[in-house]
């Protein structure tokens, strides 16, 4: 407690400095998952992905951003082995967002995608374990944390399967191939406004104290009914933008085709970074929301505690500006050396990786986005055989994954101890 009272202005300073600082590493290292199918496929380019990622990433992590955030600030550690010594609660935390910011630099410029959500929650159970107790993980819960870094794979890829087959059952398997594209593709940009729109309501706005109520009975159905009438508004404004496409040549070619899918995948991008946004802000600004919480109320470490809108602010902004400085070089990773895509392809990646993301976030589960896109890109590839796959892009990646938890909890029980050293 005295130390707290002692320092406190100094350790807000210092979370906020953290939090930004890993931000940034998310938006350079992660947000590749969010844009590399749109730039791979050459739906977009790089200053257009940057763009739409910078409004949706942003919108994401402040509107929808709240609820995984609980389970990062709250969730891992249990708040009744710390309640005597808050201050330990405090370090651990910082000690976290350092870490694993300290790591996404590393990973980024050496063009490694990582995962951010293997990165801070190693790094918090790194410090709890070494540097408090091990009684003070709930180990159920990291249990279910890591059990969905595999269900979301795989989740995702089936789903992207499923996708690219509708498409090439739909649309490409027929001699009609554009029309049929003209007359298919907005139903799924159907799908992309409404699930942003369903999160949003029923999740996102809550922490931010608006309220969507119309009269229909329950929440799900207010939501469901609102969700509609903005998915048929996508859809709306996408078929005027299919009715505008120029074709050459012959107009069923493959060309013309993936034209129509362009279009469709510069909606599902803006679903991805939405996703993305909604659910890796928690990984920046969870900590530091632990923090905050602790400090500004004295020690007194909470087992609930509000949400102040200026903590998703510093997240989203740290995850747009780390994009626009560093991103590009994961982009390159994750959208071209996986397997190669078209639009037609990558549009089916995102939306499967999107719906995945929104739902796990929906739901409070800290899910990898990394683990999610590159499940959603392996399902689109088998669709077309294991030959269509870099195997050792795959392996790399896979490597990459296993290397971040230790380097997370080995970074966090150093700057654990420093900081302890410090203010102890």
């Known amino acids: 407690m005295e130390i707290i009272a002692s320092h406190g202005y100094i350790l807000l300073a210092l979370a906020c400095c953290f ?3 890993m931000a940034w590493g998310i938006g350079a290292n992660d947000v590749a998952n969010a844009m590399g199918t749109s730039v791979g496929s050459r739906a977009l380019t790089l200053k257009q992905a940057i763009l739409v990622a910078a409004i949706f990433e942003f919108a994401g992590a402040y509107l929808a951003g709240g609820e995984v955030t609980s389970t990062i600030r709250k969730g891992i550690i249990d708040p009744d082995t710390l309640s005597d010594t808050p201050e330990l609660l405090v370090f651990g935390m910082l000690s976290a967002l350092l870490a694993a910011a300290t ?3 590393i990973a980024s410029i050496r063009g490694w995608p990582v995962s951010t959500t293997h990165s801070i929650v190693g790094a918090i159970v790194g410090f709890a374990a070494v540097g408090i107790s091990v009684e003070a993980v709930a180990w159920g819960k990291v249990g279910t944390i890591a059990a969905s870094w595999i269900v979301s794979p795989l989740l995702a890829g089936s789903m992207s399967f499923a996708l690219f087959i509708s498409v090439k059952n739909l649309i490409l398997d027929h001699e009609d191939t554009f029309e049929r594209a003209r007359k298919y593709v907005p139903i799924y940009m159907w799908m992309v406004g409404f699930m942003i729109c369903m999160v949003t309501l029923l999740k996102g706005l809550k922490h931010i104290g608006v309220d969507f109520d119309l009269g229909m009975g329950s929440k799900f159905a207010n939501a469901a009914v609102v969700s509609a009438a903005v998915g048929a508004a996508v859809a709306l404004i996408g078929a005027v933008c299919l009715r505008r496409i120029e074709v050459s040549g012959d107009i069923n070619s493959a060309d013309n085709v993936e034209k129509v899918f362009g279009i469709l995948m510069i909606f599902t991008a803006c679903g991805m970074a939405f996703a993305h946004g909604s659910n890796d802000v928690a990984n920046a600004v969870g900590p530091l929301a632990a923090v905050v919480s ?3 109320s004295g020690g007194v470490i909470a087992a609930k505690s509000a ?10 902004a740290g995850i747009v500006v780390g994009l626009a400085t560093y991103g590009w070089r994961v982009i390159q990773t994750i959208g071209r050396k996986i397997t190669e895509l078209t639009p037609s392809r990558g549009f089916a990646a995102e939306l499967a990786a999107a719906s995945t993301v929104v739902l796990a976030s929906a739901t409070g589960l800290p899910i990898s986005t990394t683990h999610t896109l590159v499940g959603a890109v392996l399902g689109v590839g088998l669709a077309r055989g294991v ?3 870099h195997l050792p892009t795959i392996g790399a990646i896979i490597t990459s994954w296993v290397v971040t938890l230790p380097a997370g ?5 150093i700057f654990f101890y420093v900081l302890s050293a410090l203010f102890g």
């Open 19 to 21: 939090g930004l600082f």
């Open 103 to 105: 790591w996404l630099l």
């Open 294 to 296: 602790t400090v500004q």
């Open 307 to 316: 949400m102040p809108w200026w903590v998703l602010g510093i997240g989203a």
């Open 387 to 389: 030959e269509a796959l």
């Open 409 to 413: 909890a080995g970074l966090a029980v």
